[in-house]
C-alpha cells in the first residue's frame, strides 16, 4: 500500500506554462514541427492564462534563441547518453535560471516537479544540474553555427555584430493599422508606437484575436521589412499585380489594400484557405491560384509582379530562431536553385516595360545576390533597377539591398527589375 505524502511535504504540482513550454520544445527540436504553430496549436488548446502563457512563450523562443549557450552551459555536468527529453527541460530550466527574473530556487524547485510529475527526468539530476549551472560566456555570433555568423560578418560588415545580438531579443508585434484600428486599440489600453514603412509596433493589453481592430479587419501583423517588399512595386493603385508564391496572402492583402487588383499564386491550397479567410476579415479581395511556380503558368502578363520566394528564412531568426538549429550550408544551395528555377517562371509574366521584384527573407548571398545575377545573365531583356525609396535601414547587396534586421525588423533581400 503507497502511504500519502507527510503533511507539508506534498509535492506542489508544476506550473502548466512550464510544462506546455517543454512539451513544445521537445516537439521543435526533435525536429517534428515549427515553433510558432506548435506554439500557438498548444497554447490555443490550453487556454492558459495571459500571464502564464507569456511564461510558455518565453521559455520557448528564449531557449531556442540561447540554445548554443545553455547547452555550453550544461554539457560539462551531462554524459553523452542524456536523454534529448532530459536535455529538453534542462536547457528551459537553465534559461529561465539564466535569463529570466524567476529567484534561481524557485527554478529548481518547478523544474524538478515538473520532471518528477511529468516522468521527464531524473528529478534528483534536475535538481542538482540546475542548483549549480552557471552561465557560460559567449558573445552574440557564437549563438550561431560559424558559417552562419560569417554570413552575416559578410553581409553587414560594421552592423553584423548589432544584427546578431537583436536576434536575441523578443520579437515585438507589428501590425499595419487604419485609423480607426490605431483608435481601437489604444482606447483598449494597448500602447501603439508608430513604426517605419507603414507598420506601427503594438503592445497589446489583450490577445490580439480579441481585439476590436483585429476583428473588424482594422489590423494585420506584418513585419516592415515584408511591407518594404510591397514598396518597391512603386504605386499600385488601380493596377493588376502578380503576387508569385504568396504563401497565406498577406503580401496580397497589403496590395489590395492600396488599391492594386491582385492575383497571388501559391502551390499550397490550405495557404489559399488562411488568405481567404484573412482578406475576408480584413474585407478585401484577390484572385487566389493553386500552382507549382517550377513550371509555366498561364495567365495574363502584368506590368508589376512580386515574386516573395520560399527560402531559408535566415534574416528571420528572432522569430524563428529554429532554424539555426536546422539548417545547413547544403540547404541553403538547394533553396536557391528553387529561387532560381522560379525567377525563370517568373520572367514571361511581365509584360514589356513592366517591373519584376524579387524578395527573400534570407540574407544569404546565394540566395539573394547570386539568384539574381545569374538570371540577369540569362535574360537580357531585364536589368537590375533602382529601388523606390524605402524607410526600413538597408544596405546595398549586388543587384539589390538587404534589409538591416535590427530592432524588430527582418533581414529581407531585395531587387526591383526592369524588363525592356
Not at 149 to 163: I, K
Not at 171 to 193: F, I, K, N, R
Request: some cysteine; charged content about 20%; glycine content about 8%.
Amino acid at each position: 500500500m503507497t502511504r500519502p505524502p507527510p503533511p507539508g511535504r506534498r509535492p506542489v504540482p508544476p506550473n502548466p506554462a512550464r510544462d506546455l513550454g517543454v512539451r513544445v520544445l521537445m516537439r521543435v527540436m526533435s525536429g517534428d514541427s515549427f515553433a510558432a504553430p506548435a506554439l500557438d496549436t498548444a497554447l490555443h488548446a490550453a487556454q492558459l492564462p495571459a500571464r502564464d502563457a507569456g511564461l510558455a512563450t518565453h521559455l520557448v523562443y528564449g531557449t531556442l534563441r540561447h540554445h548554443a549557450s545553455l547547452r555550453a552551459a550544461l554539457t560539462p555536468m551531462l554524459d553523452a547518453g542524456t536523454h534529448p527529453k532530459v536535455w529538453t527541460l534542462l536547457l528551459a530550466g537553465t534559461f529561465e535560471k539564466l535569463y529570466l527574473d524567476t529567484p534561481a530556487h524557485a527554478v529548481v524547485s518547478e523544474y524538478v516537479n515538473l520532471a518528477r510529475d511529468a516522468r521527464l527526468a531524473p528529478p534528483g539530476l534536475v535538481n542538482a544540474v540546475l542548483r549549480r549551472v552557471e552561465a557560460a560566456p559567449v558573445s552574440p555570433a557564437s549563438e550561431l553555427p560559424e558559417w552562419l555568423a560569417d554570413t552575416f560578418r559578410d553581409a553587414y560588415g560594421s552592423q553584423a555584430d548589432d544584427v546578431m545580438a537583436s536576434f536575441l531579443d523578443p520579437q515585438p508585434l507589428w501590425l499595419s493599422l487604419s485609423d480607426a484600428g490605431v483608435a481601437t486599440l489604444e482606447a483598449e489600453g494597448s500602447l501603439v508606437t508608430p513604426g517605419v514603412q507603414g507598420a506601427d509596433r503594438v503592445e497589446l493589453s489583450r490577445p490580439l484575436r480579441e481585439t476590436e481592430a483585429y476583428r473588424t479587419g482594422q489590423a494585420q501583423p506584418i513585419n516592415p521589412a515584408s511591407l518594404a517588399c510591397v514598396a518597391a512595386l512603386g504605386d499600385v493603385n488601380g493596377q493588376r499585380v502578380l503576387d508569385l508564391a504568396g504563401g497565406a496572402g498577406i503580401k496580397a492583402a497589403m496590395l489590395a489594400a492600396r488599391g492594386a487588383d491582385v492575383t497571388s499564386v501559391d502551390v499550397q491550397p490550405g495557404r489559399h484557405a488562411a488568405a481567404r479567410r484573412n482578406l475576408k476579415r480584413l474585407n478585401l479581395h484577390a484572385t487566389l491560384i493553386t500552382h507549382d511556380l517550377t513550371g509555366p503558368l498561364d495567365v495574363e502578363p502584368a506590368a508589376l509582379v512580386l515574386l516573395d520566394a520560399p527560402c531559408t528564412g535566415t534574416g528571420t531568426l528572432r522569430s524563428h530562431p529554429e532554424i539555426k538549429l536546422r539548417l545547413t550550408p547544403d540547404g541553403v544551395e538547394q533553396a536557391a536553385a528553387l529561387q532560381a528555377r522560379m525567377l525563370h517562371t517568373a520572367a514571361p509574366l511581365v509584360s514589356a516595360g513592366g517591373t519584376l521584384v524579387y524578395s527573400v527573407c534570407s540574407v544569404t548571398p546565394q540566395e539573394g545576390p547570386d539568384v539574381v545575377e545569374a538570371f540577369l545573365n540569362t535574360h537580357p531583356d531585364f536589368r537590375a533597377a533602382d529601388l523606390p525609396a524605402l524607410d526600413v535601414p538597408h544596405v546595398p547587396a549586388g543587384p539589390g539591398v538587404l534589409t538591416v534586421p535590427v530592432d524588430g525588423i527582418d533581414g529581407f533581400f531585395i531587387a526591383r527589375l526592369q524588363r525592356r
